[in-house]
């Protein structure tokens, strides 16, 4: 079986998902559809709450917003005060304006993937401190 550059970085990084890529024979990639900043955004709102409860925050936020995905300027001039009234923990809302200052003052949308696994680690740490940091290797890809 030929394994696409995408698996076989998978397997080399994961042993369990090495056993499911080779019990599965193949794993379908998609396009990423949504930017870097949307996930980390998606990320931060699920973070210890039900799927239902974080998909009903993420949409009345889009809907304040009238839009469809997340970017960091929709946040910019919010305070934390106002982030938190969509339904968030403090932490939560310390945490999104904090990626979306550092997403608008750095471009770093246009520089994450260049970033070595080591310095992406040392990015999202910063951001989402230990207390919620998410493994986002298949993101990253």
């Not at 559809?33 to 239902?52: E, H």
């Amino acid at each position: 079986m030929k394994y696409s550059n995408e698996e076989i970085y998978l397997m080399k990084k994961d042993k369990i998902l090495k056993n499911v890529i080779q019990k599965n024979n193949s794993i379908k990639f998609k396009p990423r559809k949504s930017s870097y900043f949307n996930s980390l955004i998606n990320i931060v709102i699920s973070q210890f709450i039900s799927t239902t409860a974080a998909s009903a925050i993420s949409k009345k936020i889009l809907i304040y917003f009238n839009t469809k995905t997340f970017s960091p300027d929709q946040f910019i001039d919010l305070s934390i005060k106002e982030i938190k009234s969509f339904g968030l923990s403090t932490n939560k809302s310390k945490s999104i304006k904090e990626i979306s200052k550092i997403f608008h003052e750095s471009n770093l949308a246009y520089k994450i993937n260049s970033f070595s696994e080591a310095d992406l680690d040392k990015i999202l740490l910063s951001i989402y401190g230990s207390w919620s940091m998410v493994r986002t290797d298949v993101q990253v890809i």
